[in-house]
């Protein structure tokens, strides 16, 4: 049995491999951690043959729960971020590419600004700030996570798709996972590089 034979059977004889108990797992992880938890769970389902809808769902369901937690305990933490000296600098710098991309709007905020590289919660504390209640706030956050679901979802169904691809293709688990290592590298560097060109936007703008 193949490495890749054998990483795939132990998940199939897990406790993910149960549609219920991936379903709950998935809704835990991505609450507490978001995109990455996204990508590792539509790794895993498409890795075990599971609906992909199911990940899109669990995904959904826990981000939202998640964000709201966020929203609501913005009030008290955020300003922990803005006078923290190891954290005001990057709160200053995503309030800045808030105002540069989305110019305040809470949609756009929402759906372009918050899935950037290490934004998220701070982007949420930022409107939670703004106190625009949070029945607004989920029902802009509503439309903004399926975007994101599909975004991240899709991205890990390509990813599992491609390591597969790969496998069968040179026989070697050193490339596919080589190669999987470098993919993560490369996204997290590009969103870096995003993040920015958009501050460097804004600066722009103000001269």
Request: net charge positive.
């Amino acid at each position: 049995m193949s490495l890749l034979e054998t990483i795939v059977h132990s998940l199939s004889t897990s406790v993910l491999a149960n549609p219920l108990y991936f379903f709950i797992i998935a809704v835990i992880a991505t609450m507490l951690w978001g995109d990455a938890s996204m990508v590792l769970f539509s790794i895993i389902s498409t890795t075990l043959g599971l609906p992909f809808i199911l990940v899109l769902i669990a995904g959904y369901i826990g981000a939202t729960i998640g964000d709201t937690i966020w929203f609501l305990a913005g009030y008290k933490i955020l300003p922990f971020f803005i006078d923290h000296h190891l954290f005001s600098k990057g709160y200053k710098k995503i309030v800045n590419v808030i105002e540069a991309v989305a110019h305040k709007n809470i949609t756009v905020t929402l759906t372009i600004v918050k899935p950037l590289y290490g934004t998220r919660i701070i982007t949420i504390l930022y409107l939670a700030n703004k106190k625009i209640g949070v029945w607004r706030f989920m029902r802009c956050n509503a439309l903004a996570l399926m975007f994101w679901a599909l975004y991240m979802g899709g991205l890990g169904y390509l990813v599992a798709k491609g390591f597969r691809f790969i496998f069968n293709t040179f026989k070697s688990i050193q490339l596919a996972l080589s190669l999987l290592v470098l993919f993560f590298i490369l996204f997290n560097i590009i969103q870096k590089q995003l993040n920015k060109k958009i501050e460097h936007l804004k600066k722009k703008r103000k001269k």
